[in-house]
């Protein structure tokens, strides 16, 4: 039987097929949805061809496409319904996304390629968004530490992945209490939650998905929907970090 999770949503507004999705349907279509990302991310960073906005910022953009889609369905279903089941698989996938999200910002061949665009971005005629998005992305792998060598880098990597084991979203009577609680900031958090941003904000702060973890998604996504907003403020081509 085909995923739900992993077929194309011929609903209107193009909204997840809840009544179709199981809660075992999740683990499965994240491994698949991982491995497509992989493979994607592996393709751009050997592609042979010199480096491009097209063939690097906008492949790394569409790169994990499928993984975010299954992500939002799941962060979303368990910020607004949390189960001991949901719980159970945040804490299953938080390593797997927090090994995925490091092999990504630690990835040379792919960084290179994207210092290589910036490097150029002056003789590129980037538009003001695509000059914004480039400056999102470089500094999103700068700071997740991209530039980071020898034993840095062990470093980081290694607190990366302790820290992801360690994450536990909140069980039992705390989860429950936390729940019931009328609190206006997460409320309001959740208010404001963005599909393409995995759902609410207790969502987010639970999932620690790679978009949230390195802020790379959420600030290149936040400045194209910014862009689409009649006369918002558009940012002078190469603005730096």
Known sequence: MTNPLLSDW???????????IKDSDFAPAVDVALAEARANIAALAENPEPASFANTIEALETAEEKLGKVLSVFYNLSGADSTDTRQALERDLAPKLSAFSTEITMNPALFARIAAVWEQRDSLRLTPEQARVLMLTRRGFVRAGAKLTGADRDRLCTCGSAMAGAARPASGPDLRRQDARPDRHRLRRHHHGHPGHGGGGSARRRSRHPARRRGRHRARRESLNDA??????????????
Request: glycine letters at 8%.
């Open 10 to 20: 011929n609903t209107p507004f193009a909204l997840p097929p809840f009544d179709a």
């Open 228 to 241: 689409a907003i009649p006369g918002h403020p558009r940012v002078p081509q190469g603005t730096h970090a």
